[in-house]
C-alpha cells in the first residue's frame, strides 16, 4: 500500500522561501516519477513540477527559475524548494508519485499525498 506524506508547508511573507517534502513509503515495484501540484480555491489542479526516474524535471513557466525539485537516490523522498514566492504561489500543494505497486502488472499508477497548505501574504 503506497502511502505519501506530506510537510514543509505553512505561511510566509512574498518573497520568502519554504521547503516541501514527501516521504513515500510502501512496497513498490519500480517507480517512473514523483510530481508536484497545486490547487488554488476555485482555480483547477495544476502542475508545478515533476522529476522522472532518470532525473530528468519539467517545470511549469509560472515557477520556473523559482521553485526547484529535487528527489533522494532511493526516490522515497521529494522536495521542492520554493524560492521568491509570490501571493499567487498560495494554493494547496499536491505531492504525486507514478509507481508500479502490483507485481503482475508492470504499470505505473498515481498515487497522491493529503495536500500541504502554502499560504503566502503580502
Known amino acids: 500500500q503506497v502511502r505519501l506524506v506530506e510537510s514543509g508547508g505553512g505561511s510566509v511573507q512574498a518573497g520568502g522561501s519554504l521547503k516541501l517534502s514527501c516521504a513515500r513509503s510502501?512496497?513498490?515495484?519500480?517507480?517512473?516519477?514523483m510530481a508536484w501540484y497545486r490547487q488554488a480555491p476555485g482555480k483547477e489542479r495544476e502542475v508545478v513540477t515533476s522529476?522522472?526516474?532518470?532525473?530528468?524535471?519539467t517545470y511549469s513557466d509560472f515557477v520556473k527559475g523559482r521553485f526547484t525539485i529535487s528527489q533522494d537516490n532511493a526516490k522515497k523522498n521529494v522536495y521542492l524548494q520554493m524560492n521568491s514566492l509570490k501571493t499567487e504561489d498560495t494554493a494547496v500543494y499536491y505531492c504525486?508519485?507514478?509507481?508500479?505497486?502490483?507485481?503482475?502488472?508492470?504499470?505505473?499508477?498515481?498515487?497522491w499525498g493529503q495536500g500541504t497548505q502554502v499560504t503566502v501574504s503580502s
Open positions: 504525486a508519485a507514478d509507481v508500479q505497486a502490483r507485481l503482475d502488472i508492470p504499470i505505473c499508477g498515481r498515487y
Open positions: 510502501g512496497i513498490i515495484f519500480s517507480s517512473c516519477g
Open positions: 522529476i522522472s526516474s532518470d532525473g530528468t524535471t
